[in-house]
Structure formats: C-alpha cells, structure tokens
C-alpha cells in the first residue's frame, strides 16, 4: 500500500508540487492524502485543488495555544488516514503534542546543510556569510528546529556575493530532487534511525553522486 501522507505548507509549495510530480510519474509510492496550511492564502493549497487532493487550512492566529493549533491538524490527519508528515516549507515549530503523535514519522526539507543556517533564512544566511558551499537537507524532525536525525543532503556551490535569491533558487532546485527521493526511501522502509545516524538499507557504502554540480549523499536513485 502507498504511504498515507500528509504535507504541510505555508508558501508557494514547489516541494509539495515536486512529490506530486514524483507520484504520478510512478516513482514515489506515496498517496497525499491531506494538505494542510496555516496560510490560507498559500498557493501550496491551489496546487493540492488542482491535483484534486484534499486541504485543510486554518490561521494558527484561531487559537489560542500552539498546542491548540496542533491538535486541530491531527484532528484532521488523522481523519484521511494520514499516519507519515512531510513539511514542504511549513514556517512554525510543532509543539511535542504534534511530535509524540507522529514519533519518528515527520520529515522536513530546510534549505541549507545543517547543522549550518537553521532557521526561516537558511538561504539568505549562507549567502550573508560568504560560505562557498551551501545547500539543502532532509531530516527527521525532532523537538529542536531544524536538528534532528539527517536522511539526504545535497551540497551547492555558492559565488561570491551573489544574491540570496539566485542561491535559493539553486538550491531549491536540488531540493525538488532530495525531498521526494527521501520520502521513497522512507515509503519503502528503508531507513533505520540510530541516534543520529541515519542507515538507508540496500546501500553498502554511501557513494555520493555528483548532479549538475550539485554532490548529493545518499545517492539519487533512478527516476529522481
Ligand atoms: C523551501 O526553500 C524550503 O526548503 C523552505 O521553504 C521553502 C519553501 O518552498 N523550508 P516551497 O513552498 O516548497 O516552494
């Protein structure tokens, strides 16, 4: 049976757009079964609407509490059967009642190599910094912002001032690529978390790959 997956958006959703791609390119054997967004205006929603998958969308401005906020997306996760979250560019920190629900279920693309820029400006960090390499992680997601156990990285080199828009854009690039290939591997059952190390089976040694400048580790597979 395909993962029963809910995403969450606050943004554009170009992540989101790029498992749905994966999806119905055969790839990705995962079924989106919610998209959710604190943003009601997010074109992340629009996107869902068009490949007719449900959404649910609250201000978290309704609630009182975090945790109230929280308990409402679960309410609604759980009711399309939905037991796996990927954030696709969702902006706020789940509280533990959010975390405990989904344990080790709960995925998040940040863009920049962490433990490198955390935080909602990875891209604009790495290029105030004047780093020559930055780029994008998925990563399992704990109580911490963007900390916890890394699946995929992709590194991209950065030129010398150049803008924070031109890098994120490269780097969202390679992104489109890590995220759905991270969320196969998990679909599949292949990934075993110990402490912070992530194994992904099937892989003796992790041969890093190179794609279009970009060094990928774990390697992509084929169709991502
Ligand atoms: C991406 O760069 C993601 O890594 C970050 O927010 C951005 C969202 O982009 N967390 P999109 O909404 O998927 O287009």
């Not at 995962?30 to 007719?52: C, F, K, M, Q, W």
């Not at 998040?108 to 994008?136: E, M």
């Not at 990563?139 to 912002?145: C, K, P, R, S």
């Not at 991209?156 to 759905?180: K, M, N, T, W, Y």
Request: proline letters at 6%.
């Amino acid at each position: 049976m395909a993962l029963p997956l809910a995403v969450i958006v606050s943004g554009s959703g170009s992540n989101l757009q790029s498992i749905i791609d994966k999806i119905e390119q055969g790839v990705l054997d995962v079924d989106i079964r919610l998209v959710l967004s604190n943003n009601p205006e997010a074109y992340g929603l629009e996107r869902a609407r068009t490949h007719g998958i449900d959404v649910w969308t609250k201000s978290h401005k309704e609630f009182p509490t975090r945790e109230g906020f929280d308990e409402a997306m679960i309410e609604a996760i759980h009711r399309h059967g939905a037991d796996t979250v990927a954030l696709a560019g969702f902006m706020r920190l789940l509280t533990p009642v959010f975390l405990s629900t989904f344990q080790g279920r709960v995925l998040n693309i940040h863009p920049a190599l962490l433990p490198s820029f955390p935080g909602t400006h990875g891209q604009r960090d790495a290029a105030r910094y004047g780093v020559k390499i930055s780029g994008c992680s998925v990563h399992f997601v704990d109580e911490i912002m963007d900390h916890g156990p890394v699946i995929i990285q992709a590194a991209v080199p950065a030129a010398p001032g150049e803008s924070a828009d031109d890098l994120a854009a490269r780097i969202l690039v390679q992104e489109h690529r890590i995220f759905p290939q991270a969320l196969q591997w998990f679909a599949q059952g292949r990934l075993k978390v110990e402490g912070r190390h992530v194994h992904l089976a099937g892989y003796g040694d992790y041969d890093a790959q190179t794609v279009d400048g970009a060094l990928i580790n774990p390697p992509l597979e084929k169709g991502f």
